[in-house]
């Protein structure tokens, strides 16, 4: 056999599997490139997400503290429970959002922030009419109106880390 002949014989199996090798990193490259873009559409959509639930709690929780004060004292009360309503359907769209956007974990404080915002703000009666459950005005009301705030304050305290610590790319807690 030709010298020729036996030098492509023995190439051969070096160029198919180069080929192999190169058509493989072209396919993980174009998914790199087409998923790039769309992780990073996505984490923006999260991180509005989570940023708005924070900002949504933080109102209600104002407006139910207004709410509150303007009860304990006859004042005005009706005008400022109806914004505590509006907070609160503010607060549940927002949580929704981030159970919508994930990941579990982040789902499941969202949903703590707004159970027990429920439990503070009152239940829904009706598309657009919700009724205070909690005015305290017994010990027993009084205890699970505290222990609701409290509940509050926990998972609020717990999303900007969480959702932090999931956006720089760390495992969720």
Avoid: C
């Avoid at 503070?120 to 009706?126: A, P, T």
Wanted: no cysteine; proline share 5%; glycine share 6%.
């Amino acid at each position: 056999m030709e010298s020729e002949v036996v030098a492509a014989l023995i190439a051969t199996p070096a160029v198919l599997v180069t080929a192999a090798a190169a058509w493989m990193a072209g396919r993980v490259q174009s998914r790199g490139a087409y998923h790039g873009p769309v992780d990073a559409v996505r984490r923006t959509a999260q991180r509005e997400a989570y940023a708005d639930l924070y900002r949504s709690a933080r109102h209600f929780i104002d407006a139910h503290e207004v709410a509150e004060e303007a009860v304990s004292v006859q004042d005005s009360w009706g005008t400022t429970v109806r914004d505590m309503h509006r907070a609160l359907d503010e607060l549940e769209h927002a949580a929704n959002m981030v159970k919508l956007e994930g990941p579990d974990t982040l789902a499941d404080i969202a949903d703590r922030i707004f159970e027990s915002a429920r439990g503070l703000g009152g239940q829904r009666v009706g598309v657009q009419t919700r009724t205070w459950t909690l005015n305290p005005d017994t010990p027993e009301q009084m205890r699970r109106r505290n222990e609701a705030m409290i509940m509050f304050r926990k998972a609020v305290d717990e999303l900007l880390p969480t959702a932090r610590q999931y956006l720089n790319g760390g495992p969720p807690q």
